[in-house]
Structures are given as structure tokens and as C-alpha cells.
């Protein structure tokens, strides 16, 4: 279970005065379960999840992965929380290098972490993870430029995948793509959760999108939870003015 358990996160703006970018921010992503994080631009999204990544440390309150703080975590275990817990960002393209090719993206996490022994069975399993991600993997050779957006997302979740991951973290990971190839990346996180059993916190500022993937929802509005529900509460029933706003602003809301 990842748990964010009352952060709280400000930073000093030019002339002295203080911005709280966070307030006291709680949630759990249970084993196999997909939490959608949703808030517009500001609300304090990626200021908690650099936190999550442990990229940031919050000035109170503490983030636990199976009720370990990960700030205590020395090296060798920070290494395998990074292994365990993968980021999944908006533009694959920032997080790809693209002189490497597919077969050197996907597999550099298999060398690192001494999961495999051989270079055939490094090749072996980059083809495994390609064909589950729904790539063709006579492309093994091909650099990422020449992928389309969609497809270099498939091989940035092939990549977080590599190192026997359980928590994805994905960070706005559809916006930046047409509607049908969306719902093809959507689709393909659901099948991915279901098989493999994945737990996936999904951050979003579409609560349509959420509404597909995740079971439950939870809200953040400068900085603070302002609501927290199943989804289907979230939508039949929404509490906080913010998250009625969000509802009547999606088409037909």
C-alpha cells in the first residue's frame, strides 16, 4: 500500500511571503487498486507527487510504502522502492533518450537492477514487455523518435514495467494525446491493472478520464483535499463547490 499521510509542502516566493503548496494532504493507493488525483494546473498535483517519487521532501507529514516511511529508507531500499514504484509522465519524449533505441530503453532497467543474466534473455524479456505493451517487436531496433505518441507512451510503460514494478504513478499520461489514441492507453492501463495486478495512482485534471480507469477519486484544490469518494459518488453526488464546478465544466456537464 502507498499512503500519503498529512503532507504538507511551502516555498518562499521573491520578497520573503510563503506559498503553501501543499496542506495537509492524506490519501492510500491500496495493492491493485487505481486512485485518480485530479485538480487543475496549481492545485498542488506535482509538488505531491515529486514528494511521492521522494524528488521533494514535505516540510510535515510523511509518504509510507507498506507502512514504511521513505524517508528513512537508506540506498539499498530506496532503490527498491524506485523500483517498485514507476512514473509514467505526460511527454514520454522528456523521460526517453533518443539516441537509444527500443530494445536499450526497455531493457536498461533490466541491467541495472541484475534481472537478467544474459544479453538473450535481456532481448527475450524486451520482447515480452513489447508485446504486452501492444508494440511490434520486430521494431526492437528503431529509436524512439520514430514512434508516434502513443506508441512512445506504450514503451515508457513497457519501460516502468521492466523492473517488476507494482505501483505506477501516472502523471497526466493521456493529455498530450489525440482522443482515440487515449482511450487505447486507458485501455491498455485497465488490461495491465487486471493482469498483473497493478496498483496505479492517476493524476489528471479530466475527470472523464479518472471516471474510466479508477475506483476511487480524490480532489485537490490549492493544495488541500476538498473531497474524496468512489467515483461513482464523486459523480451521481459531489459535495465540494470546486469538484461541481470540475463535473459542469466536462462536455454535456
Excluded at 509510507?64 to 523500483?83: E, F, N, P, S, W
Amino acid at each position: 500500500m502507498l499512503t500519503v499521510d498529512g503532507v504538507s509542502r511551502q516555498f518562499r516566493k521573491l520578497g520573503g511571503a510563503t506559498h503553501k503548496a501543499l496542506d495537509e494532504v492524506s490519501l492510500e493507493v491500496n495493492d491493485g487498486e487505481a486512485v485518480g488525483l485530479v485538480g487543475e494546473s496549481g492545485s498542488g498535483k506535482t509538488t505531491l507527487l515529486r514528494c511521492v517519487m521522494r524528488l521533494d521532501k514535505p516540510d510535515s507529514g510523511c509518504v509510507r510504502l507498506d507502512g514504511r516511511d521513505i524517508r528513512d529508507m537508506r540506498r539499498k531500499d530506496l532503490a527498491v522502492y524506485r523500483q517498485r514504484v514507476q512514473m509514467i509522465f505526460q511527454d514520454p519524449r522528456g523521460s526517453l533518450n533518443p539516441r537509444q533505441t527500443v530494445e536499450d530503453l526497455i531493457g536498461e532497467g533490466l541491467a541495472i537492477h541484475h534481472l537478467v543474466k544474459t544479453a538473450s534473455e535481456r532481448r527475450w524479456r524486451v520482447v515480452e514487455l513489447m508485446e504486452l505493451v501492444g508494440l511490434d517487436s520486430r521494431d526492437l531496433k528503431r529509436h524512439i523518435g520514430s514512434f508516434s505518441g502513443g506508441q512512445q507512451q506504450r514503451v515508457a510503460i513497457a519501460r516502468a514495467l521492466a523492473v517488476k514494478s507494482d505501483i505506477l504513478v501516472c502523471d497526466e499520461p493521456t493529455s498530450a494525446l489525440d482522443v482515440s489514441v487515449q482511450a487505447q492507453i486507458l485501455n491498455l492501463l485497465k488490461t495491465l491493472q487486471d493482469r498483473l495486478g497493478l496498483s496505479i495512482l492517476f493524476v489528471s485534471h479530466d475527470l472523464a478520464v479518472v471516471r474510466y480507469l479508477c475506483k476511487r477519486v480524490y480532489v485537490l484544490h490549492n493544495g488541500r483535499v476538498v473531497e474524496t469518494g468512489s467515483t461513482d459518488q464523486i459523480f451521481s453526488a459531489p459535495k465540494d463547490e470546486y469538484t461541481q464546478e470540475l463535473l459542469e465544466a466536462l462536455p454535456g456537464g
